[in-house]
């Protein structure tokens, strides 16, 4: 049967089916915690299923030397809302990552699908660093970031995830960001969705809307 304390007094349960009753809202249901098996630790859970998609590797390319597998190469074929695509330049381009360290995190990609920073072009070159410098002011105006990290992970023994289809992260950075939450429960808190995130940014864009160029 179990003690008061594993199933919940009558009076709470009581409290917590009132509780429920009042909701009006009935495309919702909500169900009492006294009604399952476990004792409260008073703790919150933050449930980010999210994020199995990314420990499952899924979407990632099966062969990374293969340009039509690589969804840096496939996103510019779609449109900017679906693929996440801030901004699209001549060369290169700016989009969300799906899987962000950071809300706003961007990442500058050129067209090319090529593995390594010495094989870009000069013209590449600049066009990368022009539109990382031009996503920081972006961020900035939008967001108010206090710090950024900038950087490219080069090969899979640097950490690069899609390590054929060279990017810049740019990842803003705020004064205690790096809570117990990532450090201890590797659960990251994002308090805005991607695709407001990229109107935002898109819209702040220096040269109109925000609207890239249709690829």
């Not at 299923?49 to 979407?59: C, L, N, S, T």
């Not at 050129?110 to 002011?137: F, I, S």
Request: charged share 25%.
């Amino acid at each position: 049967m179990g003690t008061p304390e594993q199933h919940g007094s009558a009076e709470q349960r009581a409290e917590d089916e009132h509780a429920d009753e009042q909701r009006t809202d009935e495309s919702v249901r909500v169900e009492s915690p006294s009604a399952f098996a476990g004792e409260d630790d008073g703790m919150d859970r933050l449930w980010t299923p999210h994020r199995m998609v990314y420990i499952q590797g899924e979407g990632k390319p099966e062969d990374p030397d293969d340009g039509e597998q690589c969804p840096f190469c496939a996103g510019p074929a779609t449109s900017d809302e679906d693929a996440l695509i801030v901004h699209r330049g001549s060369l290169a381009f700016v989009i969300l990552n799906l899987f962000p360290y950071n809300s706003g995190h961007l990442m500058v990609c050129p067209y090319r699908h090529v593995a390594d920073y010495t094989d870009l072009t000069e013209d590449e070159v600049v066009e990368v660093a022009e539109l990382t410098r031009t996503a920081m002011r972006v961020v900035r105006e939008v967001s108010r970031p206090d710090g950024f990290n900038l950087g490219m992970n080069q090969g899979e023994a640097g950490g690069a995830g899609i390590a054929a289809h060279l990017h810049q992260h740019v990842v803003p950075r705020w004064i205690g960001d790096a809570n117990f939450l990532p450090i201890v429960g590797r659960t990251k808190a994002l308090p805005i969705l991607l695709a407001d995130t990229r109107a935002q940014y898109a819209a702040a864009w220096p040269g109109g809307a925000g609207e890239g160029e249709s690829a």
